[in-house]
């Protein structure tokens, strides 16, 4: 009775779609503790500006080649001067501004592969 009421309804000021015509929003999310990188970035010992063009070249690469997942080690910044993480700050200020047009998913990376101190990338190729 409820879905004869409702088919009768005057849609006309609507748009009708069905639900098969419907996109359903699902958002990518890896199983991060899984995750086995196929290429890796190690930027210990770079200046923030030397560091900032590896990682650009770095995605380019990846993303041109059809790599996915990458890993971008940066380090927890412990020796940096007053224990600020310069590079692990850069890097995520890269992935959500600039590089985000390439990215499709990112976090911390599980333990094993650093934890903290590096980025899981998942490119969208």
């Given at each position: 009775?409820?879905?004869?009421?409702?088919?009768?309804?005057?849609?006309?000021?609507?748009?009708?779609?069905?639900?098969?015509?419907?996109?359903?929003?699902?958002?990518?999310?890896?199983?991060?503790?899984?995750?086995?990188?196929?290429d890796?970035?190690?930027?210990?010992?770079?200046?923030?500006?030397?560091?900032?063009?590896?990682?650009?070249?770095?995605?380019?690469?990846?993303?041109k080649?059809?790599?996915?997942?990458?890993?971008?080690?940066?380090?927890?910044?412990?020796?940096?001067?007053?224990?600020?993480?310069?590079?692990?700050?850069?890097?995520?200020?890269?992935?959500?501004?600039?590089?985000?047009?390439?990215?499709?998913?990112?976090?911390?990376?599980?333990?094993?592969?650093?934890?903290?101190?590096?980025?899981?990338?998942?490119?969208?190729?």
């Amino acid at each position: 009775m409820f879905l004869s009421a409702i088919e009768n309804l005057d849609c006309t000021n609507h748009s009708k779609k069905s639900i098969h015509d419907r996109k359903i929003n699902t958002k990518f999310k890896p199983n991060i503790k899984n995750a086995v990188p196929k290429d890796r970035l190690d930027l210990h010992g770079l200046t923030s500006d030397r560091a900032l063009i590896e990682v650009k070249h770095f995605i380019y690469e990846c993303k041109k080649n059809k790599i996915s997942p990458i890993l971008i080690i940066h380090g927890k910044g412990f020796g940096s001067e007053n224990r600020i993480p310069v590079l692990k700050n850069l890097v995520e200020y890269y992935l959500v501004t600039e590089g985000k047009n390439y990215i499709k998913y990112f976090s911390d990376a599980p333990i094993n592969l650093g934890g903290s101190g590096a980025k899981i990338i998942y490119l969208d190729i």
